[in-house]
């Protein structure tokens, strides 16, 4: 970080997990749960969306009370300090902006906006959530672990009785304002990091195995580039043959200095 003053930061669900937010995989890079749900079975139909609104209205009574850790407040001190050129997360909590980062891009979308897929108006999530509540009152007692995105476990539940609102401006179908698996991040969100790595002297993955493309792609450009690549990371990442300095630390610790 002495050497570099133009770090192009890329963060993943690792550093979440000192804020109480499960990450998705494991030291072996493999899935801790079932894979997320897809943009071709949530769009599927009612079912399906009930499924994913009813785990969402409990889950997010959690997730609405994270707060950042040291990690994502340390990177936010180097932002202050002019050494980070971008800061690109796959993460969807808002957790960097709310440590007070500025220069971010939130690659997958985020979590606290609700979009319509038919018109496309966006509102906000809380508002969201007190729609789901009044709804569906008698789910208001469930509890379950949390999971990554900010939905719940619920195992062996009906949801064929949750109620799920449709958009007020059109009746359309109402979707998290984040990137699915199966649907593609923005554009616009691809050309701003691509800008940013080209100016880049030096890279710092957090967090992050890197197993899904949209994130690797990003080392992969920065590796043909010959810039230094730093992980820090516990476990094996699908870019160890390119990464320069790799920590298997808790993210936490290693950042710590830094806040």
Not at 28 to 47: D, H, V
Not at 71 to 81: D, G, S, T, V
Not at 132 to 160: H, K, M, Y
């Amino acid at each position: 970080m002495d050497a570099h003053p133009r770090v192009f930061v890329l963060t993943g669900a690792g550093i979440s997990t000192g804020s109480g937010i499960p990450d998705y995989r494991d030291d072996q890079g493999a899935w801790k749960r079932s894979p997320p749900m897809t943009l071709q079975m949530f769009m599927s139909g009612e079912p399906a969306r009930a499924r994913y609104w009813a785990r969402g209205m409990i889950g997010w009574r959690h997730f609405d009370a994270v707060q950042p850790n040291i990690a994502h407040r340390a990177l936010a001190q180097l932002e202050k300090q002019g050494r980070v050129a971008l800061l690109l997360t796959q993460n969807v909590d808002g957790l960097h902006e709310a440590a007070g980062s500025l220069n971010v891009v939130d690659l997958h979308g985020r979590i606290d906006r609700v979009r319509c897929m038919q018109c496309g108006d966006i509102t906000r999530r809380d508002a969201m959530q007190r729609r789901l509540e009044d709804a569906n009152p008698g789910w208001l007692s469930l509890n379950a672990r949390i999971a990554p995105d900010g939905d719940a476990d619920l195992d062996g539940v009906d949801f064929s009785t949750f109620a799920v609102p449709a958009c007020t401006v059109c009746g359309g179908v109402l979707k998290p304002d984040v990137v699915f698996f199966g649907e593609n991040v923005p554009r616009a969100r691809v050309d701003t990091a691509w800008a940013h790595l080209e100016r880049a002297d030096a890279m710092l993955v957090v967090g992050s195995s890197l197993m899904v493309y949209s994130g690797y792609r990003f080392v992969l450009e920065a590796s043909r580039k010959g810039l230094p690549i730093a992980s820090v990371n516990r476990g094996v990442t699908r870019a160890d043959p390119l990464i320069t300095l790799k920590v298997e630390q808790g993210v936490e610790d290693a950042l710590a200095p830094f806040a």
